[in-house]
């Protein structure tokens, strides 16, 4: 301080002099201090920034309009990138807000909505993807490599929030038939064990099934009980079948059994949590995309039946779950 009043005094008067205004000495004009004002003021940074944030905005409009003229095919792969990763922006936002929400109820998952948990558990799997995805994306003109993972493999590598209505569609017919090739070998496995004894209640069921069948609720009620005793208890299970129902839930089989067992039991408790969620906000209330992602998540082909019938499919399914004892659903 004293140093800086004796520069002042040496160029002239400056504001440690009363008698004198501020403007009048120059060390004090691009000094920014308390009190004090300054050369590059707010204002002028902020006008600053507005401007070019202006001029890139303008820049980027004629470039995406140069884009959709010359080259329509690709300006549609580009603007759904963009529209993505905005949703996705989004979605890790709200996801933000409503993990904090869940902290003040002291992590009670029911006393979430159930739209709440649904885009909880998806954005968790979408993470996975999207992560990478970002990484990749940040060096500069890096975004182009994305775009062109979005041309050759968008099922592999993108998240939902890349994806057309289209794409969307085409997609999920593609995951259940993938799913769909070990339902037979499950069901197969599942009957194993009485093949060489009569016919049991879970072979007739079984059977049932593979003959093109659905089983009434009350048919599934009564063979439950075999699953929670050896030999079908889940804590039993053998590898081999860990890893087909893996398969059928569309998760990695890839992983040691216990590591398996683990995740089954976690996906199914997240199935039950969403089961009740989804009881208590009643099914009429659900939209049509939500009503047909709710089936596929629970393994019905959503995409070939009416709303009408996804309906009934899945109270059906309510009826079934919600009469189970959730703790048979998260085994120790």
């Known amino acids: 301080m004293t140093s800086h009043r004796a520069f002042c005094y040496l160029l002239g008067p400056c504001r440690y002099d009363s008698t004198f205004s501020v403007s009048s000495c120059l060390p004090c004009r691009l000094s920014v201090g308390r009190g004090g004002t300054s050369l590059y003021s707010t204002s002028s940074s902020d006008s600053m920034r507005a401007s070019m944030l202006n001029a890139f905005k303008s820049a980027n409009s004629k470039y995406e309009a140069f884009l959709k003229r010359r080259f329509p095919n690709f300006y549609k792969i580009y603007s759904s990138f963009l529209k993505g990763v905005r949703a996705f922006i989004l979605d890790a936002k709200t996801m933000h807000e409503t993990k904090t929400r869940l902290r ?35 060096p ?62 879970v072979s007739r069921v079984c059977k049932k099934v593979l003959d093109g069948h659905h089983p009434s609720v009350r048919e599934l009620l009564e063979i439950f009980p075999c699953f929670t005793q050896p030999p079908l208890y ?81 109270q059906n399914w309510l009826n079934l779950t919600t009469t189970l004892k959730g703790e048979i659903l998260n085994p120790t």
């Open 104 to 138: 003040e109820k002291n992590g009670d998952v029911m006393q979430m909505s159930y739209r709440e948990m649904e885009k909880m558990r998806q954005f968790h799997r979408d993470l996975k993807k999207a992560v990478p995805l970002m990484m990749i994306s940040v």
């Open 140 to 201: 500069p003109f890096a975004n182009y490599a994305v775009i062109m993972l979005m041309y050759f493999y968008p099922r592999q590598f993108l998240t939902p929030h890349f994806w057309t209505q289209e794409q969307e569609r085409d997609f999920l017919k593609e995951y259940h038939q993938i799913r769909a090739e070990y339902y037979e070998n499950l069901l197969r496995q599942t009957v194993e064990p009485w093949k060489d004894e009569k016919p049991h209640a």
């Open 234 to 314: 889940f804590c039993r299970t053998p590898a081999t079948q860990l890893r087909t129902l893996s398969r059928v839930m569309q998760l990695t089989p890839h992983l040691p059994a216990p590591l398996l067992r683990h995740r089954l039991s976690r996906h199914s408790l997240e199935l039950r949590q969403l089961d009740i969620l989804l009881a208590r906000l009643g099914i009429k209330n659900l939209t049509d995309l939500e009503l047909r992602k709710a089936c596929f998540l629970r393994g019905l082909n959503s995409m070939v039946f009416t709303s009408s019938a996804c309906r009934l499919w899945l």
